[in-house]
């Protein structure tokens, strides 16, 4: 037993070293041309954030959530509406995941009521997503303008419902890939193309993003002994 008990923190390490190593690639391969072997960096970053909860979490909905946003990396790797659509699709479906797991490790509405910081988050959100949306709609194409409209919604429920979870840690993570969203958003519908800004803009999404998803994923291991490790 005490074997096991090491031998699951040891793969865990090896996962996530393997993970953060292929995030540092696509990092690198960013801005090249769209390719297979820059998808492949992408994804992996992600996959192996689920394969690390899957050994290390007993939060069920952590692996299809990070599944989900791997097959969303993979389809955002490519330009296009019809690749943005399904990295749109994929990328809510994971969010409902994140809400299912938020909302059943949470404390209720009363939580975020009593706590002046989370209560300031939520209503930032509440104003930040109406901004947002009415920002974007004009400059989205007519047949992306609906699941547009309905990922912001389920962005911000998510924000809302991981508000309620006492664990600053996971609250940071989600926080973050809320914003690399909205960075994403303006980044690909209202920056000109031709703009300076774009690559640091790209790089803040990616950052934003795959910090995000590790807070989360982390910060929800089982025992913390695992993540005394990391320290």
Do not use: C
């Amino acid at each position: 037993m005490a074997m096991a008990a090491t031998t699951a923190p040891t793969i865990g390490n090896a996962v996530l070293a393997m993970s953060l190593g292929s995030s540092a690639l696509y990092s690198i391969y960013l801005r090249s041309e769209p390719s297979h072997s820059r998808m492949a960096f992408k994804t992996t970053a992600t996959a192996l954030l689920a394969l690390f909860v899957g050994t290390q979490s007993r939060h069920w909905q952590l692996v299809p959530a990070l599944v989900l946003g791997s097959l969303g990396d993979a389809f955002l790797a490519w330009p296009g509406d019809e690749a943005f659509f399904r990295g749109l699709a994929s990328f809510l479906v994971a969010h409902l995941f994140y809400v299912s797991l938020f909302a059943g490790i949470g404390n209720g509405i009363d939580f975020v009521l009593h706590d002046m910081q989370r209560l300031g988050l939520a209503g930032g959100m509440l104003l930040l997503a109406p901004i947002m949306s009415f920002t974007l709609m004009p400059n989205v194409s007519k047949s992306l303008q609906i699941p547009v409209a309905l990922y912001s919604a389920i962005i911000f429920i998510m924000v809302l419902s991981v508000l309620t979870v006492d664990n600053d840690q996971v609250v940071l993570g989600a926080v973050l890939f809320a914003i690399s969203d909205s960075v994403l958003a303006t980044d690909e519908f209202l920056m000109p193309k031709d703009s300076g800004y774009r690559a640091l803009m790209q790089h803040i999404v990616w950052i934003f993003y795959y910090t995000g998803q590790l807070l989360i994923a982390a910060g929800l291991v089982d025992g913390r002994d695992w993540v005394n490790q990391l320290r």
